[in-house]
């Protein structure tokens, strides 16, 4: 009987290693597929490191080991306690924040700490049909006329993501700042929506669609597939967008620059997007997790982004890179777009923020309600629930 047990107790303790096989097992979760490349990019790393397994969990989100999320959680994560604060690890490893695209780093920080990495990143950029018009608009003026001179019954001025969500938020933001206009004096800040500057931004957004008509009424149902579709199928001169669209454009037809600025701006001023990635508190690999994530920033990693999943890498060097210059001929164009974008106010709350902010913002797209009173009633709620909350 005790030779049964023995072998029992022999028979269990080779299952667990069998199972484990002795590695540290490293759960990464949220949105990492990046159409297939983040599981490539798992399964080289687990080469790499034979001592370590890498588990894709994208359901996991915020529980996993290490996990992505998107650049406006860095506030929401921080105060929550959901992601590990790295400053004295990057010093230790001799991490510069230089390394990587400095506005994309900036969403990483948080109260005078670093809560992650940027992982890659996103912008919005204006693309145009070159054999259309003969120069890209640099003003909201500009934008109107050579739309309305341009297009014809079968050919709209411009098309964007104009549906109720996150992306109309940032479409909004961009009017505000390339007028001028602005949204947030500091972290966890009042914010201030009803400028004179922000309200003739919103207006004149909403007149792009009612008043100069050089969009179509059905852009505010419109997605980001939906408007990038109906640019790719010849329809629209302008294209407001992401970098997604870029692998997909007709070199010979379209071109891409910054955004136009209105009559009070500098200059068009674009939203910043992207991933960064983030370290769970109470993962028991915490080092592991590090050293996963600075691989992932790194120089083979963001390459494969860039090359494989066409994201715009936060690291600077991919961009000149020799393939990458080859492969990706506008990534070098979007750069400087990349650095004069400016990021969402980081909030503890933003989500919520954000939810307020959607419907302000979609209520005068619709003619259903005043910009002016929009604006104000928007400031209003969110400052309420940021007084509230704190």
Known sequence: MKAKYLFLIFLLCFVLLGCSGGKKVIVFGGDVSLGG????????YNEHNPDIEIKLAPGK??????FAAAITQTAVLAEKNKALPLEKMLKAAEVEADKYVATAFSTVKYKDEIYGLPWYTDVGILYYRKDVVPYPPTTWDELVFLSQNYRDEKLWGIVFEGKQGEALVCNVFEYFWSNGGGVASGEGQRLYLQSEKNVDALRFLVN????HQIAP?????FSNQDAKQMFLDGRAIFMRGWSDALSEIDPRKVSVTDLPKGPEGSGGVSCLGGQNLYINPKTK????AFAFIRWLT????????ALQA???PALRETYTDYEVQERKPYFSEVL?????ARTRPQLEYYDAVSAILQNCFYMPMQKKAAVEASLKKATERVNKLINKEN
């Open 217 to 221: 009424e059905d852009v505010l149902e």
């Open 37 to 44: 490349v983040g599981e490539e990019l798992v399964k080289l």
């Open 336 to 340: 400087p777009i990349l650095y004069q």
């Open 310 to 312: 066409g994201e715009l």
């Open 61 to 66: 989100g915020e529980s996993a080991d290490v």
């Open 208 to 211: 792009v669609v009612h008043w």
């Open 298 to 305: 790194g120089e083979e990693a963001q390459k494969i982004i």
């Open 285 to 288: 690999y915490k080092n592991e």
